[in-house]
């Protein structure tokens, strides 16, 4: 008997035992359940300038937490060894929900949960859960994610959200294409998230891919219709994963095309620079 994952928008159809695209979902009974629900890879107390938010709580320090899985498959991933694997291709630990909200309250300077590392809304009901019971202690939720999911879902999880980092791959759909995702969800996400939560949104400036002025203008022109003062940052890409082929992207790039930016929006970072 199959069953439907309506997390995304790839609407995985999966037999019995089956796992979905994003190695993190699984059928079992005739439901999707998932694989990675309270199954840490990653776990530290980071400064929130570094997921990256600039404008949310500057100063502060957030217990970042991440699984495994992601839904996407972009070739030059800085987090690969966690997002493209699965249950049985990496070394996990066990949290509750209730362990990893407890966790973060004892934490000295400590301001809540970022949901980062790998892809966090593949374990979608994990960031729900934990996210309801921070809310609980008076903590903050941020999310750092590719923003690939489906509506009603998000929807539902936004209440629970304080912020969130969206990357915006690029700004065409056969970028998106060539990365597995769907540009349409990913632009949905930040129209939705920005009627009710602070985001910000990170381009990583691939030489060659999604660089070019013009297009870097017109995401820029499309961020600052949704809202000017959303904060972008626009960061280097190193060689990574399947994508050695290629150089760093040249710092007075990164530069020129920030300056494009900031012609429409009033907050436009550079990143590893």
């Not at 695209?21 to 300038?49: M, Q």
């Not at 407890?102 to 809540?112: D, H, Q, T, V, Y």
Request: charged fraction near 20%; glycine fraction near 8%; aromatic fraction near 8%.
């Amino acid at each position: 008997m199959k069953a439907v994952c309506t997390l995304c928008f790839r609407q995985c159809s999966l037999e019995e035992g089956q796992t979905g695209f994003c190695r993190a979902r699984i059928c079992r009974g005739g439901a999707i359940v998932p694989l990675n629900y309270g199954k840490l890879t990653s776990l530290a107390l980071d400064p929130i300038e570094k997921k990256p938010l600039r404008r949310f709580r500057p100063g502060s320090l957030i217990l970042s937490a991440g699984s495994f899985g992601c839904n996407l498959r972009c070739p030059f991933c800085q987090n690969s060894q966690i997002s493209m694997a699965g249950e049985d291709g990496i070394q996990t630990a066990a949290a509750s929900p209730e362990q990893l909200a407890a966790k973060a309250a004892e934490l000295p300077g400590n301001i809540g949960i970022a949901y980062t590392y790998n892809e966090p809304l593949v374990g979608f009901e994990f960031v729900r859960d934990c996210a309801a019971l921070v809310h609980e202690r008076g903590m903050a939720n941020v999310l750092v994610t590719n923003g690939t999911i489906a509506e009603a879902p998000w929807r539902q999880l936004l209440p629970l959200i304080d912020a969130a980092n969206i990357d915006l791959k690029g700004f065409t759909q056969a970028w998106y294409q060539r990365l597995g995702g769907d540009f349409a969800s990913v632009k949905r996400s930040i129209v939705l998230a920005a009627e009710q939560i602070h985001v910000e949104v990170t381009t990583l400036l691939i030489p060659g891919e999604n660089d070019s002025p013009e297009e870097i203008r017109a995401l820029a022109q499309w961020l600052a219709a949704v809202d000017p003062g959303i904060p972008l940052h626009l960061s280097r890409f190193f060689p990574r994963y399947q994508m050695t082929d290629r150089p760093p992207t040249p710092v007075d790039q990164v530069y020129r095309l920030a300056e494009e930016a900031r012609k429409y929006l009033a907050y436009v970072y550079t990143g590893n620079c």
